[in-house]
T-cell receptor, first 117, second 112 residues
């Protein structure tokens, strides 16, 4: 079974530039999650999708962050414009469905390390 | 607000010995789940063990077991017969309602 794919693995940008991250979940997984992990901290859940609908985005800084999952499969997370404090690893995860996050697990991708200069 | 605290930023253990990682949490929810995830240098988070809050019996998964004290809101992870491959960051996680929150992590080193 192929795992969660993310690209790029690394990205370096100047502040005020825009950046996008891509995630392809495990085939058949309805629920997709984006996390932000700042160095030295645990991952912070930004947004959850169930198919192509948003379940929760209460932690997403909507003035600069946006995310979409148009066809209910892969997803993109965008930052525009980026700030220095956005430097972090952005993790994508998926689960079979919302309840499988509890009874099974979330499957995580390798993450994208973003550096904002 | 729901919070997860891990008071040990770093721990070390000799190979084949036992180590316990601490986690405390705070939630007003009655229905929640607790997790330990491992993050090796590759950054890919992997589930170690889960505990349903409504179950009193402590979860066990091979060399990994938990001590779940619901009243004290404590959820520690015990690793027995530690192996070099256990070296990683360990995150305690709380799944409540629609959200999931992780603690700050404990870096575990395994000494040969």
């Amino acid at each position: 079974e192929a795992g969660v794919a993310q690209s790029p693995r690394y990205k370096i940008i100047e502040k005020r530039q825009s950046v996008a991250f891509w995630c392809n979940p495990i085939s058949g997984h309805a629920t997709l999650y984006w996390y932000q992990q700042i160095l030295g901290q645990g991952p912070k859940l930004l947004i959850q999708f169930q198919n192509n609908g948003v379940v929760d985005d209460s932690q997403l800084p909507k003035d600069r962050f946006s995310a979409e999952r148009l066809k209910g499969v892969d997803s993109t997370l965008k930052i525009q414009p980026a700030k220095l404090e956005d430097s972090a690893v952005y993790l994508c995860a998926s689960s079979l469905d919302y309840w499988a996050r509890r009874t099974d697990t979330q499957y995580f991708g390798p993450g994208t390390r973003l550096t904002v200069l | 607000a729901q919070t997860v605290t891990q008071s040990q930023p770093e721990m070390s253990v000799q190979e084949a010995e036992t180590v316990t990682l601490s986690c405390t949490y705070d939630t007003s929810e009655s229905d929640y789940y607790l997790f330990w995830y491992k993050q090796p240098p590759s950054r890919q988070m992997i589930l170690v063990i889960r505990q349903e809050a409504y179950k009193q019996q402590n979860a066990t998964e091979n060399r990994f077991s938990v001590n779940f004290q619901k009243a004290a809101k404590s959820f520690s992870l015990k690793i027995s017969d530690s192996q070099l491959g256990d070296a990683a960051m360990y995150f305690c996680g709380l799944d409540y309602g629609q959200n999931f929150v992780f603690g700050p992590g404990t870096r575990l080193s395994v000494l040969p």
